[in-house]
């Protein structure tokens, strides 16, 4: 019984090295989930920049427009 318990402890260091390997893979699984919301989030940024000044110009472009055949008419 005293021989199992010694064995035990002598796997401590494996489980401990197991442990914090584990540890580690799911730290840098975060770290890359944390990337990957923020990427979205930039693009996402960037779209709806994009939409906007799209919206923008054609606002700009009919305005233009508009004033062009009013002042023809």
């Not at 799911?26 to 693009?43: C, F, G, L, S």
């Not at 940024?45 to 923008?56: H, N, P, V």
Request: proline share 1%; hydrophobic share 40%; glycine share 4%.
């Amino acid at each position: 019984m005293i021989l199992e318990a010694l064995r035990g402890l002598a796997a401590l260091p494996r489980l401990v090295e197991a442990v914090e390997s584990l540890s580690d893979i799911a730290r840098a699984q975060m770290a890359q989930k944390r990337r990957t919301e923020k990427d979205e989030a930039v693009d996402s940024l960037i779209a709806s920049a994009r939409k906007r000044r799209l919206r923008e110009r054609e606002a700009e472009r009919i305005s233009r427009d508009s004033g062009e055949e009013s002042d023809g008419v």
